[in-house]
């Protein structure tokens, strides 16, 4: 008799894990999304895990264990449709945004998520057995023991994935997912997340951070000048004129830029080289350096809480603040950052995720290259922009771009762009001959966009700066061999900025990328700014103002 119990259990576990299995790769394919074969060891406990619970409970009956298996493959399910459609991974903490949603989604989307939310619960408590209510009150024990690590002890669940194998891809949401398993890394977020709020619960409720941004807002909005801003962060914009061991076919700059800017561009300190842009973007668009107290990448944190960054202080200075990103919201866990940030309109291209209205496009992007080239952004952007003044104008407007052209191993469609440019160097590196090539190509996209944009915007800002510089062949030892900036000190996170002011080229000092803000405010307020707030603070205030932003960027408790 028990033989035939533990077979029949046997069978029930290895039919439901093949189901989930299975489901798994039909759902990938949709999606985009990984199966789960390759991260079974991580995912599977908690698999099972869940169905044990909810069948241990439920009364024996033919069909207990299908209603059992129904909320799991519900939510699987609504997992990868969520990522289909808005791009983004599944959180626990979006679950907060279901009012909201609800507001917005059209009748038959709202009660297929309301039975797509209810029918499961309703089935499960049609079934349990509550007679055997001790079955019930374990459960439920269980339940809330775990509910209880997770938001009261975090870093012991933290710690138990880590020993598990977790993986941690921190330049993408769906990369995790891929290595570990939709409900790992759930769990995964929603720890890290409660790890956060402990870690920043001390600067939560310092008032003078708040005083401190609508002071700087007050003052825009009061003595500003209400020009235009456009801010371009473009992906591994490396000058290869830098580098002194290296010599080419021809200037690698294209005429027109070269007529244009001249010597003209300066430097910006970014936080990172090789990759990581997210903590550029954070020091550009936030005013502080990336401290990385809470994780390696800042935007992961972000919920979508306000955070008195840049965007949102423009914001409330009546500036009308756009964001147009030419890769997915997926990557950096960006369409939370940017709305904590302070965006009011968020732009993906529309081949990338579909949730959202947009103007931008990637049906140029070529399978040689993978990324949107810069002119294809800047030309859909130009237009977008020209289009938004005849619709709202007088509203003075931040517009953020980021490109996503040039990212390693820089892969370059020689049939749209021919290499024109061949390269001298102390060993070769596939990697420099083709960036260098893409130089080219990039600072006439710049020039073309630069001349239209002062064109169509000539009392304004324009900031163009590289996020970090590309890793090459061999890293830091490329640099080291070619010699960028003579090596001296710190040499790999200097980057080129150039600044536009009123349709001048204008060259500055060496900053850092977190100084960028401190420009904008000065331009904006003719240079008064700086001199009623103070700029330039010491770490021990860098570090301050960074954790009480981290702190509204993490939400509440």
């Not at 935007?299 to 200075?317: R, S, V, W």
């Not at 289009?387 to 191993?409: A, C, F, K, M």
Request: glycine letters at 6%; proline letters at 5%; aromatic letters at 12%.
């Amino acid at each position: 008799m028990w033989g035939k119990t533990r077979l029949c259990l046997g069978n029930r576990y290895f039919a439901f894990i093949a189901f989930i299995v299975a489901l798994a790769e039909v759902l990938s394919r949709m999606s985009g999304l990984s199966g789960i074969r390759s991260h079974l060891r991580t995912e599977g406990p908690i698999l099972i895990g869940l169905y044990w619970a909810l069948d241990f409970v439920l009364r024996p009956r033919k069909v207990s264990p299908f209603v059992a298996a129904f909320p799991i493959v519900v939510i699987y399910t609504g997992y990868d449709l969520f990522y289909l459609y808005w791009g983004n991974v599944f959180k626990a903490v979006d679950v907060q945004n279901l009012p909201e949603l609800l507001k917005v989604l059209p009748l038959s989307w709202k009660v297929a998520l309301l039975l797509a939310l209810g029918l499961p619960v309703v089935l499960v408590l049609c079934f349990i057995h509550y007679r055997r209510y001790r079955r019930v009150l374990w459960m439920g024990a269980l339940a809330a023991l775990l509910v209880g690590t997770v938001d009261l002890r975090p870093g012991v669940v933290l710690s138990a994935l880590d020993w598990a194998g977790f993986q941690v891809a921190e330049w993408s949401d769906a990369e995790s997912v891929n290595q570990n398993g939709r409900f790992t890394t759930m769990l995964y977020f929603e720890a890290r997340r409660r790890q956060a709020l402990f870690e920043t619960a001390t600067y939560r409720n310092r008032g003078n951070y708040e005083m401190e941004v609508r002071a700087a807002a007050d003052l825009i909005r009061k003595h500003g000048n209400h020009r235009n801003v456009h801010l371009v962060v473009l992906e591994s914009f490396v000058d290869p004129t830098l580098f002194g061991a290296v010599s080419y076919s021809k200037d690698p700059r294209h005429p027109d830029f070269a007529e244009l800017v001249g010597d003209r561009q300066g430097f910006s300190i970014s936080p990172v080289f090789g990759g990581e842009s997210a903590q550029a973007e954070f020091e550009v668009l936030c005013g502080v350096p990336a401290l990385q107290k809470l994780s390696q990448i800042e935007f992961d944190d972000f919920t979508g809480e306000a955070t008195g960054c840049m965007p949102g202080i423009l914001g409330q200075a009546g500036y009308s603040t756009i964001v147009s990103n030419a890769f997915e919201p997926n990557y950096f866990n960006g369409t939370k950052a940017y709305t904590g940030i302070g965006f009011e309109k968020v732009y993906f291209p529309r081949e990338y995720g579909s949730a959202n209205p947009t103007y931008l496009t990637a049906r140029n992007v070529s399978d040689d290259e993978q990324y949107m080239f810069d002119g294809d952004l800047f030309d859909q952007n130009l237009a977008f922009i020209a289009q938004t003044w005849h619709d709202s104008p007088g509203r003075p407007i931040l517009n953020y771009v980021l490109g996503t052209y040039g990212h390693e191993p820089h892969d370059i469609d020689t049939e749209k762009r021919p290499l024109v440019l061949s390269v001298s160097s102390p060993h070769r590196d596939e990697q420099l001959l083709r960036a260098v090539n893409q130089y080219w190509y990039r600072t006439q996209a710049i020039a073309h966009y630069l001349r239209a944009l002062i064109k169509l915007d000539p009392k304004s800002l324009i900031i163009i700066v590289s996020d970090h510089l590309p890793p090459l062949d061999r890293g830091l030892r490329s640099y080291n061999d070619f010699r960028y900036l003579d090596n001296i000190q710190d040499s790999t996170h200097l980057n080129r900025i150039l600044v536009v002011e009123n349709g001048k080229v204008v060259r500055y000092k060496t900053i850092h990328h977190y100084d960028v803000p401190s420009l904008i405010y000065d331009y904006l307020t003719s240079n008064a700014f700086c001199a009623q707030a103070r700029c330039v603070l010491s770490d021990t205030e860098q570090k301050q103002k960074y954790m009480s932003l981290m702190a509204r960027a993490v939400g509440h408790h």
